[in-house]
């Protein structure tokens, strides 16, 4: 058994690294939705699940206008839809990832007479909260093909598809014109069955932040990695990426 402190934890949003500038992060507090189902005559209040999960998350941290920083992945995106990722268990490769997919319910600025002016945000959404398996850390990465973390072995194929997330946080195109990743499978590490590309993560991406949740149907093979092809010709490019997966 494992023990984790704040040194493990990171958080990123829309491909925004937040994880400098927060201080407090609530309890993800997940609740289910009832109705009132009593009828007449009964002399109890009955209430009845109707199949709908919600939950909030509050995060309170460091107010900072730098390019990246908290102020700018906040302020303008109340009422939109975010993806958000936090690892709890340290940035390793093969831990779990939280991934949700929220509103930005509200985001405020409080200066302090005794202290740093800090921002406070809720985020909101309902129903999946999914634990996905990482696959390529959050690491720089420069070279072309299969990233730095390699394959995954997941111990068999499963058959009911899943999802991916990619989050962007640095990218530098090196004068190519863009970037694809993709996830790749195979029944064996390539070993007599090539890798093949399961679904694309990110299509001709150009600058990060970036970040997406990507649906995956059908059989899911045994093996994985996350791939990238360079679009045009260039040098000097890198970029710093976290991706995870989850099988259903």
Known sequence: MATYGPADVSVILDGYDLSQHLLEIDDLDVAGKFEESRGFGDTYSEQTYIGVKEWTLGMRGRYNDAALASNVALVTQVGNNRVLAIEYEGNTKGKKLTVLNPGEANYARQPQIDGLTKVAFKLAGRERIDEMTILQRLVA???????????????????????????????ALGGYTSFTFNLQESQNDGGGDPYATKVALATAVTAAPFAAIVPITGTIERWTRPFVVFNGAGSGESWTALIALIRD
Do not use: F, P
């Open 141 to 171: 990465d420069s070279a072309a093909g299969a990233l730095s973390d390699g394959s995954t072995d997941n111990g068999a194929a499963s058959s009911n598809g899943g999802r991916a997330v990619i989050l962007i946080t640095q990218l």
